[in-house]
């Protein structure tokens, strides 16, 4: 099973990612996360009768969003009735505003590519345009305004940038 809650804090990413993690760390959660910084904040669920989970895992995305921060907390729970995820985030999210200072406002819902990493977003771009300029070589090379030299050595250089 598998639910996002989503929320946005009025403070910075930084702020608000050391406030998490800060937040996984104590008590109830005690946990002992894997840390993309300023990103991702992910780790395993154990058993836990509290919150009826059977175990699975917890990501944390965070993106800039208005001059705050974008939360997205996603649980992949084993079972697929019963986990008290809405408990547990809660919970977790009073202690975060507590270390913060900052309310937390609830979100219906983003998309998941808003949460997507700056790098693989450019990464996208960077090969869309690559796309886009051999499709425009090609189309000048079928309407005979290049060579198939000219076409060739285009190709060769927009290839090498993907390497």
């Known amino acids: ?27 109830p959660f005690d ?5 993309q910084q300023n990103r991702l904040i992910s780790y395993k669920l154990g058993f836990s009768f509290r919150f009826n989970m ?6 944390i995305h965070f ?40 309310k937390a406002q609830r979100l219906d819902s983003m998309p998941d590519s808003y949460f997507d990493s700056p790098q693989s977003s ?9 796309s886009e300029s051999l499709r425009e070589a090609k189309q000048l090379l079928d309407d005979d305004i290049i060579t198939e030299e000219e076409y060739a050595e285009i ?3 927009l290839l090498n940038k993907i390497k």
């Open 1 to 27: 099973m598998r639910r996002d809650v989503f929320h946005y804090f009025p403070a910075s990413v930084e702020k608000t990612f050391a406030a998490y993690c800060t937040a996984v760390k104590r008590p």
């Open 31 to 35: 946990e002992t996360p894997n840390i």
């Open 155 to 157: 190709k060769q250089t």
């Open 122 to 130: 450019q990464q996208n771009n960077e090969m869309a345009s690559i």
């Open 63 to 102: 993106a800039p969003k208005d001059g705050g921060t974008a939360v997205q907390i996603r649980f992949t729970i084993v079972q697929l009735m019963g986990a008290r995820y809405g408990a547990y985030d809660d919970i977790l999210t009073k202690n975060v505003e507590s270390l913060l200072g900052e």
């Open 54 to 59: 059977n175990g699975g895992a917890i990501n």
